[in-house]
């Protein structure tokens, strides 16, 4: 039998791919004929497994050595070389006689995955708690179900975010020569009202129309989005109830209305702090001396809406809704030298924890304890409670090689120790 090498634990940045049925039935079948082995990690321990049986229902595997704290309702979690390619799957154990276990067959495989490294159970004897990175808040402002952390380095270091009042006088010098007139609108007490006002805090992106003898943008250059498309556009007009024969003829009022008003171009850029949009800044261009809004003038707008929502930080404007930022512990389900997977209750911490948000973890051992950062890349959720997968950042080398002998249960190469430090 041929074991799996090192080399094949570790994956390109592809996302994971769900097999379909009958290519999963498939690679079954194969895995029983050809006897491919499936790797299985627990409590440190390396165990392989090969199929016995498939069937719709169910899925019998022979284990290469008998063990024990294997139980029923257990959750298997498999990986397998198939053909060059990393396959991972989870089966739900039924029943456990001498080496061979019986299990419900698996809804799905999965196939390209974007993981450094194995996921095993979480070994007994280690302990994970997190930590928020900053404050986090419960605020009333129309929330997103992810956000990009705010980035200040483009933001010119001649405005002072202390002074609100010095800010919005830069912002109306600069847009006075760029445009016929701006606005700038902090929701506060007041939920959005206009159609622009909804489309951008549901979306998080900014309503650009160069112009109104157009049409919305068909596509966004930007590497992280920040336009409403005018397919995203009709998506949101679908969503509020007109009818999908009306959306095109909708879409096109919306830009007609604004041109018969005598706008010839305007932008509205959302305000973020965090997950929420908390205002707006809104410019446009009623008379034929300006220039059409390009991209830089949506550059230099993202550039004011971050250095505004500082300066409100700063100043308090949210302190009424900060959280007391105390330790927590996440149900962690399984986790690699690389992250982890966590479960929490849907509580007001578990809604602030969206993609991008990084975290401080503690792993204590009773030899050690590692603490290192970690972003939130994944959540999912059931009925009662949110499920979180979390990616190790810059963890110290030295970490990387402890945390992996002792989940693992066995050493780990030099030449494996450069290539997680660049992954975790």
Same mark, same amino acid.
Request: aromatic share 14%.
């Given at each position: 039998m041929n074991f799996l090498p090192m080399s094949v634990f570790f994956k390109d940045k592809a996302m994971a791919t769900a097999i379909k049925r009958i290519e999963k039935d498939f690679i079954l079948k194969v895995l029983h004929d050809e006897q491919i082995p499936l790797l299985y990690h627990l409590d440190r321990n390396e165990y392989v497994f090969t199929v016995v049986k498939s069937?719709?229902?169910?899925?019998?595997?022979?284990?290469?050595?008998?063990?024990?704290?294997?139980?029923?309702? =257990?959750?298997?979690?498999?990986?397998?070389?198939?053909?060059?390619?990393?396959?991972?799957?989870?089966?739900?154990?039924?029943?456990?006689?001498?080496?061979?276990?019986?299990?419900?067959?698996?809804?799905?495989?999965?196939?390209n995955l974007d993981r450094s490294y194995k996921r095993v159970n979480i070994p007994p004897d280690l302990q994970v708690q997190f930590t928020f990175l900053g404050d986090f808040y419960s605020l009333s402002y129309p929330r997103l179900s992810e956000y990009e952390i705010g980035d200040m380095s483009g933001v010119s270091h001649e405005l002072d975010p202390k002074d609100f009042s010095d800010l919005v006088g830069e912002l109306a010098t600069w847009a006075k020569n760029r445009a016929s007139g701006h606005k700038l609108h902090i929701f506060k007490d007041v939920q959005p009202a206009t159609t622009e006002e909804k489309v951008i805090a549901q979306t998080g992106r900014s309503i650009y129309i160069p112009s109104t003898m157009g049409s919305l943008p068909s596509t966004d250059p930007y590497p992280k989005s920040r336009l409403i498309t005018e397919d995203m556009f009709k998506s949101y007009l679908e969503g509020t109830g007109v009818g999908p024969v009306f959306i095109h003829e909708a879409c096109a009022r919306f830009i007609k209305a604004k041109?018969?008003?005598? *706008?010839?171009?305007? /932008?509205?850029?959302?305000?973020?702090?965090?997950?929420? $949009?908390?205002?707006?800044?809104?410019?446009?261009?009623?008379?034929?001396?300006?220039?059409?809004?390009?991209?830089?003038? *949506?550059?230099?707008?993202?550039?004011?809406?971050?250095?505004?929502?500082?300066?409100?930080? *700063?100043?308090?404007?949210?302190?009424? +809704?900060?959280? =007391?930022?105390?330790?927590?512990?996440?149900?962690?389900?399984?986790?690699?030298?690389?992250?982890?997977?966590?479960?929490?209750?849907?509580?007001?911490?578990?809604?602030?924890? /969206?993609?991008?948000?990084?975290?401080?973890?503690?792993?204590?051992?009773?030899?050690?304890? $590692?603490?290192?950062?970690?972003? *939130?890349?994944?959540?999912?959720?059931?009925?009662?409670?949110?499920?979180?997968?979390?990616?190790?950042?810059?963890?110290?080398?030295?970490? $990387?090689?402890?945390?992996?002998?002792?989940?693992? +249960?066995?050493?780990?190469?030099?030449?494996?120790?450069?290539?997680?430090?660049?992954?975790?």
């Open positions: 069937s719709k229902d169910e899925i019998i595997l022979k284990s290469n050595r008998s063990f024990g704290g294997l139980k029923e309702q =257990d959750k298997l979690s498999l990986l397998c070389d198939f053909r060059g390619q990393i396959v991972t799957f989870n089966a739900d154990v039924t029943s456990i006689k001498d080496d061979l276990i019986t299990a419900v067959s698996p809804e799905f495989l999965y196939k041109n018969e008003k005598g *706008i010839l171009s305007e /932008l509205w850029v959302p305000i973020f702090f965090q997950e929420y $949009v908390v205002g707006y800044i809104y410019i446009w261009i009623d008379k034929s001396d300006k220039q059409p809004f390009d991209y830089a003038v *949506i550059d230099a707008l993202y550039q004011f809406a971050a250095i505004f929502s500082h300066s409100l930080k *700063i100043n308090g404007y949210f302190d009424s +809704g900060k959280l =007391d930022n105390k330790p927590f512990y996440g149900n962690v389900i399984d986790i690699s030298a690389s992250g982890l997977l966590f479960v929490y209750p849907q509580t007001p911490i578990a809604t602030s924890l /969206l993609p991008e948000c990084e975290l401080s973890i503690d792993l204590v051992t009773p030899r050690r304890k $590692v603490t290192t950062n970690a972003k *939130i890349v994944r959540r999912f959720n059931d009925n009662t409670q949110w499920y979180f997968g979390a990616r190790f950042l810059d963890m110290a080398p030295e970490d $990387v090689r402890f945390l992996f002998e002792f989940i693992y +249960g066995k050493p780990i190469a030099d030449s494996d120790i450069e290539f997680l430090v660049d992954q975790v």
